[in-house]
Every structure is written in C-alpha cells, then in structure tokens.
C-alpha cells in the first residue's frame, strides 16, 4: 500500500434535491446533462453515470425496509484543478442516511458521485 498518495481535492460541481414520490428520472436525466456538459464527456459515459444515478433514487424510493425518506440528495463531485481533455472517464458513488440540519429528526437520503480521471 502507497502510504505517499496524494488524494484530489474534490469540488462539488453540482447539488440536487428531490422529494421522494417525485417523478425523479427526466429531472436527473436534465440536471446531469446540464451540468456535466462543460467536461465534454462521451455520451457512453454520460449514459452510465445517468442510469447509475436513477438506479440508486430507485433504490432510495422503493426502499425494501421500513425506513422512509422525506427528500433524496444528490451531488456531483470532480477533482479541483485543471482536467485534461480527451481523457477517459471514471466514477463511483456513496450512499448514505443523514440526519437534517435542522432541528427536526427528519433523515434524508444522500447520494455522492465522484467523477474521476482515469490515471490521475
């Protein structure tokens, strides 16, 4: 294991919020084109990221336990800094359950895709 790694600084390029019971796919499918369209990506990796996005508000929707969710947060990270173009493409995502901010005991599920380039 290379303990001298240098991790990116992440920058978050874009934030959603949707109300659980909302028709979720067509409002994803037009947030993530509008933000991710300054990166020039494929349109093959667009397509990944858009059906992995809408899978897991699916998922967060149609939980299979008892725990329900008022709204679903998602947000788009990328590495700080220049980014080479014509560069391939990877991501990953992290789910998890989060308490509000405010006081209330409301929870929310959160959504965090990391875009990365691939050999950096």
Do not use: C
């Not at 220049?82 to 989060?98: M, N």
Request: charged residues 20%; hydrophobic residues 40%; aromatic residues 10%.
């Amino acid at each position: 294991m290379n303990t001298n790694a240098s991790f990116p600084d992440w920058h978050t390029l874009g934030e959603l919020e949707l109300l659980v019971g909302a028709s979720a796919d067509e409002a994803i499918h037009a947030w993530l084109a509008e933000i991710l369209a300054p990166l020039n990506l494929s349109p093959d990796f667009l397509g990944r990221v858009l059906k992995s996005a809408q899978e897991s508000v699916g998922h967060a929707i149609h939980p299979n336990s008892e725990d329900t969710h008022s709204h679903i947060h998602i947000s788009v990270l990328v590495p700080r800094g220049h980014i080479t173009p014509g560069r391939s493409w990877g991501f990953f995502h992290i789910e998890r359950i989060e308490a509000s901010k405010d006081s209330s005991d409301e929870r929310y599920h959160a959504i965090d895709f990391y875009l990365y380039v691939e050999g950096e």
